[in-house]
């Protein structure tokens, strides 16, 4: 089974030089790589997929150092491309709707890859990028046709054609300025349909085989019409509507981030209440009443019950600002997206919420540390219950003293 490459077939390409009818050419072979390259493609089992004979000699004789004479057809079609000059190139049904991914022209000595590129190519690869815009306004192509199918009151189809000549008398400027237009995806699919409804107003009156030539020969037209018409949709488009976009966002979080707040404060009143029931309830007593003792132990205990339980619920609530804010990041970066050339005039509005959910973690922080300290009151209150007899009796047994 062959094994060849267009790579092998570019070395021997690139080393040609081809006579007029650009079929047959002299090798100098002056490299082993290039001795390599012509000796694999002239393989038996290699010449149908190379294209590429001796004129005179024998395989044998194929030496670095020597010069040879090769004729070279087209290789097979799933290996590459080899046409004489670009005109040849286009005359390529799907290479007018597509650049090759493997092909050689030999007038250029150039191929897909090189660095250097002929200015030909380049605005061939300019008009592609409009084409592909055009591809995404069609409802669908028809590759082997290399067709776009638009539906406009039935199917209308625009065979993709145009030569080498055409090309060269299409303006640069007004390509770049059309795709310019396209370089960010705010409003790109109004922008698409205002194109399409432009370009299909420009070549609905030409003959079918003629529409693309007439798109190109008007570009300047279709360039004015389709900045008239987004502008009108711009008009349309206010500052006022995105802002409204922005804020209701603004509202929707500022309400969730509240509520984070809001389904603690309760709770929150407790701990007030809960201060003042564990100073008040807790009584001394004599070291041997039990009974005031474990009552005393009982509120204690109660009160680090409710400092555990309430400390859960505040980092459960801390959890939930991470995730809104987490959530407020994510619709950000999609409102930014969509509005990209204008959302730096709102960074505002999503900052404020930033600066909400920074300042409810505060709350959440400066909470816990108030029922810290009242755990801290609880068991000064419980230590000084339990020394209250001591002192007393040592004060009674001082003065049975004296």
């Given at each position: 089974m062959s094994s060849i490459r267009f790579e092998h077939l570019l070395t021997i390409y690139r080393a040609a030089k081809f006579e007029d009818d650009a079929r047959t050419a002299a090798v100098e072979l002056k490299s082993k790589d290039l001795v390599d390259a012509v000796a694999f493609a002239l393989k038996d089992e290699n010449l149908d997929d190379s294209g590429i004979s001796m004129e005179q000699g024998e395989p044998d004789d194929v030496q670095v150092g020597a010069t040879i004479s090769l004729s070279i057809g087209e290789p097979r079609s799933g290996l590459g491309i080899l046409v004489r000059n670009f005109e040849e190139l286009l005359s390529i049904k799907s290479a007018c709707i597509r650049e090759p991914k493997r092909y050689f022209l030999i007038r250029e000595a150039f191929s897909r890859?090189?660095?250097?590129?002929?200015?030909?190519?380049?605005?061939?690869?300019?008009?592609?990028?409009?084409?592909?815009?055009?591809?995404?306004?069609?409802?669908?192509?028809?590759?082997?046709?290399?067709?776009?199918?638009?539906?406009?009151?039935?199917?209308f189809a625009m065979p993709v054609r145009f030569t080498a000549a055409q090309l060269a008398m299409l303006e640069d400027k007004t390509l770049d300025r059309l795709l310019a237009f396209f370089d960010e995806d705010t409003h790109r699919e109004q922008k698409l349909s205002i194109l399409t409804n432009t370009v299909l107003s420009t070549v609905t009156i030409a003959a079918l085989n003629k529409r693309f030539q007439t798109l190109l020969t008007e570009l300047e037209d279709v360039l004015t019409k389709f900045a008239d018409g987004y502008k009108l949709f711009?008009?349309?488009?206010?500052?006022?509507?995105?802002?409204?976009?922005?804020?209701?966002?603004?509202?929707?979080?500022?309400?969730?981030?509240?509520?984070?707040?809001?389904?603690?404060?309760?709770?929150?009143?407790?701990?007030?209440?809960?201060?003042?029931?564990?100073?008040?309830?807790?009584?001394?007593?004599?070291?041997?009443?039990?009974?005031?003792?474990?009552?005393?132990?009982?509120?204690?205990?109660?009160?680090?019950?409710?400092?555990?339980?309430?400390?859960?619920?505040?980092?459960?609530?801390?959890?939930?600002?991470?995730?809104?804010?987490?959530?407020?990041?994510?619709?950000?970066?999609?409102?930014?997206?969509?509005?990209?050339?204008?959302?730096?005039?709102?960074?505002?509005?999503?900052?404020?919420?930033?600066?909400?959910?920074?300042?409810?973690?505060?709350?959440?922080?400066g909470v816990v540390f108030i029922l810290i300290f009242g755990l801290l009151g609880a068991h000064f209150f419980y230590m000084k219950m339990q020394a209250a007899p001591n002192v007393a009796n040592a004060i009674v047994q001082q003065k049975s003293t004296n």
């Open positions: 890859d090189d660095e250097i590129v002929p200015v030909a190519v380049v605005k061939y690869r300019k008009l592609l990028s409009f084409i592909a815009l055009l591809k995404d306004c069609a409802a669908y192509q028809d590759d082997g046709k290399a067709e776009l199918i638009f539906i406009q009151s039935g199917k711009i008009a349309d488009f206010s500052y006022d509507k995105v802002r409204d976009e922005f804020e209701t966002t603004k509202v929707e979080y500022a309400g969730k981030i509240h509520k984070v707040f809001t389904d603690i404060q309760n709770q929150l009143l407790s701990i007030p209440v809960a201060s003042v029931i564990v100073a008040t309830q807790m009584k001394s007593g004599a070291a041997t009443d039990s009974t005031i003792w474990i009552t005393n132990t009982a509120l204690l205990a109660g009160a680090w019950i409710f400092a555990l339980l309430f400390v859960m619920l505040c980092v459960n609530q801390y959890r939930t600002l991470k995730v809104l804010d987490a959530e407020i990041k994510r619709q950000e970066d999609v409102i930014t997206k969509k509005y990209s050339s204008v959302a730096s005039m709102f960074s505002d509005i999503y900052q404020s919420l930033h600066d909400r959910i920074k300042l409810q973690r505060k709350f959440l922080a």
